[in-house]
């Protein structure tokens, strides 16, 4: 494991922070928050910007569970369904950004 300081990792690793965040917030309930649509506009950006990549199904996907979740009244068993769906897109993007900072460049998907 070998990390090199660049401005691009520690841009990644400050986006896996608010993915934390997110995560954090999701698994206390507080589904009405806005901070996995900010980790997943960040996200956007940084796939964008860098010259690492995302896999398109896992950042797309993610952010259609975070719109659900955000901007739909749903039954308390389904909003928690998608609660916990959000925060498995949010935990494998930072799975990904994580090998990208830290490992040898092979990718995971």
Same mark, same amino acid.
């Given at each position: 494991?070998? !990390?090199?300081?660049?401005?691009?990792?520690?841009?990644?690793?400050?986006?896996?922070? @608010?993915?934390?965040?997110?995560?954090? &917030?999701?698994?206390?309930?507080?589904?009405?928050?806005? =901070?996995?649509?900010?980790?997943?506009?960040?996200?956007?950006?940084?796939?964008?910007?860098?010259?690492?990549?995302?896999?398109?199904? &896992?950042?797309?996907? #993610?952010?259609? !569970?975070?719109?659900? @979740?955000?901007?739909?009244?749903?039954?308390?068993? =389904?909003?928690? =369904?998608?609660?916990?769906?959000?925060? @498995?897109?949010? #935990? &494998?993007?930072?799975?990904?950004? &994580?090998?990208?900072?830290?490992?040898? #460049?092979?990718? @995971? =998907?």
């Amino acid at each position: 494991m070998y !990390f090199d300081a660049t401005p691009t990792n520690m841009t990644i690793l400050l986006v896996v922070t @608010l993915a934390i965040i997110a995560i954090i &917030l999701l698994s206390r309930g507080r589904y009405d928050s806005n =901070f996995p649509l900010l980790y997943y506009s960040a996200a956007m950006s940084i796939n964008v910007i860098a010259e690492r990549n995302l896999s398109p199904y &896992l950042l797309y996907s #993610g952010v259609a !569970f975070a719109l659900i @979740l955000r901007f739909e009244f749903m039954g308390k068993g =389904f909003t928690k =369904f998608i609660g916990v769906l959000t925060s @498995l897109a949010m #935990g &494998l993007t930072v799975l990904v950004f &994580l090998e990208q900072v830290f490992g040898d #460049g092979r990718g @995971l =998907f």
